[in-house]
C-alpha cells in the first residue's frame, strides 16, 4: 500500500511540476505546444548517430548511481559509501541535463556567458568532487574514470580551438568524447555494482553473527 501512495503523490507532484512548466511558457513562449515539439528528423540515420549515443551513455551513470543509491539506502542506510553513489549520481545526473538541454549553448547565447567560462565551472565541480571522494575513488578502479576524464578535456580543448573543417576537427573532438563517456559509464556500472554486493553480504553477515 505505502508503494502505491509513492508512486500517487510522485504523479501527482510531476503532475504539477508539468502544469506550472505549461503555464510559465504559454505566458513568456509562443505557444505551450512547443513543449512536446518533436525533435527534427535527420535526412539519414547516420546524422548525429554517435551524437545520440553519446547522449544515451550519459544517461546511465546517472541512472544506475541513483538507482543503486536506493538500494543501498535500504539495505544499509548508514554507510559512508551512499554519500559517494549518491552525489556520484548528482554530478552525472548534471552532466546529462547540460548535454540533452545544451545548457552552456543556451548561456553563451542568451547570456553571453563563454564556453570556457562554463567548462572551468564544471571542472570546478569534477575536481571538488575528486578531493571530497578521494577515499573511495583509490579504492576503485580510478583508471578508468580518470582516462574518461581525460579523454573529456582533450575534446573540449580541440573545441576551444576552432579549427576550421567539417572532417577531421569534428573526428577530432568527438571521437575521445565519445570514448570518454563510454570509460565514465563502464566505471559507474562496476562501481555501483561492487558497492550493492557489499553492502548485500555485510547486512547477511551480521544477520548472521546477530
Known sequence: MTTYKSVFWLNILSFLLVLALILYTKSFGPS????FSPPIAPKAISIGLLTHTFQLLCAVPA???????ALLRTIQPRRKEN???LCSALVTGGFLLNEIFRIHIFLLVQAGVHKLITSFVFASVAVAYGFAFKRQIKSTPYMLLLSGMGLL???IAIDSLKLRGDGLPILLEGVPKLFS???????????CYGEVLR???RKV?????Y
Open 153 to 155: 578535456f582533450f575534446a
Open 199 to 201: 553492502s548485500l553480504n
Open 181 to 191: 563517456e563510454l570509460n565514465v559509464a563502464l566505471y559507474f556500472c562496476y562501481v
Open 205 to 209: 553477515d551480521s544477520s548472521v553473527n
Open 63 to 69: 541512472i544506475v548511481c541513483a538507482f543503486s543509491f
Open 32 to 35: 505551450a505546444g512547443v513543449l
Open 83 to 85: 554519500v559517494f553513489i
